[in-house]
C-alpha cells in the first residue's frame, strides 16, 4: 500500500505534517498485514531516519523539490503513477489534500478542509488558485475521502458537491506530553521575561485570526501584564503580524517564535497560564486537543470543528469580536478556580481522541475500498 506524501517538507508544513508523523505509525502498528510504502520529496527522504515514520514503513524517494508547488504536483500527476506500478501498489492513501488524476490504483484521500473557498484570503492568489483546480481534481478521483471532523465533512460535501455518503470522518489522536526543555531554560533562551505566558500554537495565515487576537490582547492591562507566545510555521502573512504589532504598541509584550522543537513546545504548554485558539476555521484544531491533553487551560473560537474537539472543556468565544477574546483571556488569567475547572475537565475530553483508534477506523476505511475494487 502507498502514502503519498509528497507535499511534506520537514517543519515547513504544519498541521499536515503532524498527522502524516503520527498516523503513519500508528497505522504501521495497527495493520502490520499492510505493506507501507511512503512516496517522499527530496527532502523528506533525505530528513527522515530509516523507522521515523515506523516499523517496517518503506521509503521510496521521488525526484522533486517538495518545497516548489509546481514541481512537486507535476511528480503527484506524472511520476507518482509510475512508482506505484513499479512497486506493485494496489492502494495509494494520499494525506497532502492532492492526489494523481489517473493513479491506475483505488484512492483514498485525506482533504483536511476547504478553507481555500471559505476563506480565500487565508492563502496567496497563486496558491488559491492552484487548490480551485487540483481540490476538486482530487476529490473527483478518489474512491473515498477521509476527513478529520464533522464540520470539514459538511463544507466538503458542500463546496465540492461531493455525496455525503463518499466523505469518511476519522478524528486524529493529539500527543502524550513527552520530554520538555525547563521553564528556566526556556524563558532565557526564547526571552521570555518571567511574565504570564498565553499561548497560541499556529501558522500565520489570515484565518487563523492572530491579528485580532493581537488587538484583543493590546487591551488587557491588569497586573501582571501577560507575554503572549505564538510558535507556529511563518509564512508570507508574517510581516503583517509584526507592522500590528507594532502599530498596537505590543511588540515588547509578543513573541513571534517560528517553528520550535518537541521538547520547546512541550516547555512552553507546561510554563503557560492559558492557550488560546483564535481561528475562523479549522478543519480540526490540533494545538487545541494538545493544550486539553496538558491540562492547559483554554479559551478558543466557537467557529468550525473547534467545539467538536473542545467539547465543554473551553472557555469559547466570537472569533469576529475582539472585546470577547479579550474577556475570555482575562477570565482564564485571573479566575483560577475557571482555569483549573476547564484544565480538568480538558483532560477527560482529550482522551476521546487517539492515534490508535485514527488507525482503526482509517484501517476500515482502506478495506472497504479494497473490498469495493474486488467486487
Not at 509528497?6 to 503532524?18: A, I, R, S
Not at 511528480?75 to 494496489?90: D, K
Request: net charge negative; aromatic share 6%; charged share 25%.
Amino acid at each position: 500500500m502507498g502514502l503519498n506524501l509528497l507535499y511534506l517538507v520537514p517543519g515547513e508544513t504544519g498541521g499536515m505534517e503532524t498527522y502524516a508523523r503520527r498516523l503513519v505509525p500508528a497505522v504501521a502498528a495497527a495493520r502490520p498485514d499492510l505493506e507501507l510504502v511512503a512516496f517522499l520529496n527530496r527532502e523528506a527522504h533525505a530528513a527522515f531516519a530509516p523507522d521515523e515514520l515506523g516499523d517496517g514503513v518503506e521509503k521510496v524517494l521521488v525526484e522533486t523539490n517538495g518545497r516548489s508547488r509546481p514541481r512537486r504536483i507535476l511528480a503527484e500527476q506524472l511520476l507518482l503513477p509510475r512508482r506505484l506500478r513499479e512497486h506493485g501498489i494496489g492502494l495509494l492513501h494520499s494525506l497532502g489534500g492532492t492526489t494523481p488524476a489517473r493513479p491506475g490504483v483505488p484512492t483514498v484521500l485525506t482533504l483536511y478542509d476547504v478553507t481555500y473557498a471559505r476563506h480565500p484570503e487565508a492563502h496567496t492568489w497563486a496558491m488559491r488558485s492552484g487548490l480551485r483546480v487540483l481540490v476538486p481534481l482530487a476529490a473527483r478521483s478518489a474512491d473515498r475521502i477521509v476527513t478529520i471532523s464533522r464540520a470539514s465533512a459538511d463544507d466538503i460535501a458542500d463546496v465540492l458537491g461531493v455525496p455525503r455518503a463518499r466523505i469518511d470522518v476519522v478524528y486524529p489522536g493529539g500527543l502524550l506530553p513527552g520530554p520538555a526543555t525547563l521553564e528556566p531554560e526556556l524563558r532565557h533562551r526564547l526571552e521570555l521575561g518571567d511574565a504570564p505566558i498565553v499561548l497560541s500554537v499556529s501558522a500565520r495565515r489570515r484565518h487563523k485570526n492572530l491579528a485580532r487576537l493581537l488587538r484583543a490582547f493590546a487591551g488587557i492591562t491588569a497586573e501582571p501584564r501577560p507575554l503572549l507566545v505564538l510558535p507556529g510555521y511563518t509564512t508570507e502573512f508574517e510581516d503583517e503580524l509584526v507592522a500590528e504589532s507594532d502599530r498596537l504598541g505590543i511588540r515588547d509584550r509578543v513573541r513571534l517564535l517560528g517553528w520550535v522543537s518537541s521538547a520547546d513546545l512541550e516547555g512552553l504548554y507546561a510554563a503557560a497560564a492559558c492557550f488560546v485558539f483564535p481561528s475562523l476555521a479549522e478543519g480540526f484544531g490540533l494545538p487545541v486537543l494538545e493544550a486539553l491533553e496538558r491540562g492547559v487551560p483554554v479559551a478558543c473560537s466557537n467557529a468550525s470543528s473547534l467545539p467538536e474537539v473542545a467539547g465543554d472543556a473551553a472557555r469559547y468565544f466570537d472569533p469576529l469580536d475582539a472585546g470577547d477574546m479579550r474577556r475570555a483571556v482575562e477570565e482564564l488569567l485571573h479566575d483560577r478556580a475557571l482555569a483549573a475547572g476547564l484544565a480538568d475537565a480538558g483532560r477527560l475530553q482529550a482522551k476521546r481522541f487517539s492515534w490508535e483508534r485514527s488507525a482503526e477506523e482509517l484501517g476500515a476505511v482502506y478495506d472497504r475500498v479494497l473490498g469495493e475494487a474486488e467486487a
